[in-house]
């Protein structure tokens, strides 16, 4: 095996503690609402389910480079990272403190195929109030980074989330968007959409795709290490810029012209190709620094 690839610790294999440890600065890791304090899903317990002590999420201080850090990190192996009321409540709890202690960055280590549909609205619910969270923390010039590489991916409500932080860092293992496979093929049929074909769910939804569209500012390897390095890179020269309505109506334009020229595109491999790929079916197998190398020599 390669050496350098012998010395990776995958981030999507990873448990949501192992990539906190990995992310933060060694010995800086500290839990709010600890296993000591544990405070699982009444809804849960009513339609006799099991629960968990941190309710899939777990929400901390830390740092990162010796900067004050506050993250959140979702559980993906305890129900698909779904959002619940006590799930929820712990997310926004911690981005509502941000805004008010104002720390270097919040760190949010998306793995989330959704609403928790067992919580039904009290899931919904939740999932606005992260939104309004999210942009209040922004606001209040606390950058928010989405971290995308877990196996839930970020889907649902959660990717909307994810495309309200201030940018998205993803590895090629990490998927991003609104409706999951399995939910289009389930309303539309799967003659819209295959979702036992994982080549083509990783072509349109996929951390290359993403990265190539443009809808993520950093694609990084599947390591807890690379995350880090991207992570750390990214906020040094980052500043939250201030609200506005002229760049909302660019990135409503932005939207309205992406739906012009791919809206009847029922493949990545197509969309590449009108992006100027010379040969879109060889993007698979590229690695993280060729397909970077790619995109840069894209028409513009």
Request: aromatic content about 6%; overall charge negative.
């Amino acid at each position: 095996m390669i050496a350098s690839l012998a010395a990776r610790h995958s981030w999507f294999e990873a448990t949501a503690r192992a990539r906190l440890a990995g992310l933060l600065d060694p010995g800086s890791f500290s839990e709010i609402l600890p296993p000591a304090e544990s405070n699982p899903s009444p809804h849960l317990a009513l339609l006799d389910l099991p629960g968990a002590f941190d309710d899939g999420v777990v929400v901390c201080y830390g740092q990162l480079e010796k900067k004050p850090i506050f993250a959140i990190a979702q559980e993906g192996q305890f129900m698909g990272g779904a959002v619940g009321e006590i799930h929820g409540a712990k997310i926004v709890g911690m981005l509502r403190r941000a805004a008010q202690e104002k720390p270097a960055a919040v760190l949010f280590l998306i793995d989330s195929g959704g609403v928790r549909l067992h919580e039904a609205n009290a899931g919904l619910i939740a999932i606005s109030e992260i939104m309004r969270a999210v942009l209040d923390a922004r606001a209040a010039g606390v950058p928010v980074i989405a971290l995308v590489g877990g196996s839930c991916g970020a889907f649902g409500g959660m990717g909307i989330v994810a495309k309200l932080c201030s940018a998205i860092i993803i590895s090629e293992e990490g998927r991003l968007a609104l409706s999951g496979p399995e939910v289009i093929e389930t309303v539309a049929g799967v003659e819209e959409f295959d979702s036992k074909d994982r080549a083509l769910v990783w072509r349109v939804t996929g951390g290359k795709h993403r990265y190539l569209m443009g809808d993520c500012a950093m694609l990084v390897d599947d390591d807890i290490a690379a995350f880090r390095r991207g992570a750390t890179e990214f906020l040094a020269g980052w500043t939250e810029p201030a609200p506005s309505v002229a760049h909302l109506r660019a990135g409503q334009q932005a939207l309205e012209n992406r739906l012009a020229a791919y809206a009847s595109y029922r493949d990545g491999l197509q969309v590449w190709a009108a992006l100027g790929v010379a040969e879109p079916e060889s993007v698979p197998l590229l690695d993280r620094d060729a397909l970077v190398a790619l995109k840069e020599g894209l028409p513009t």
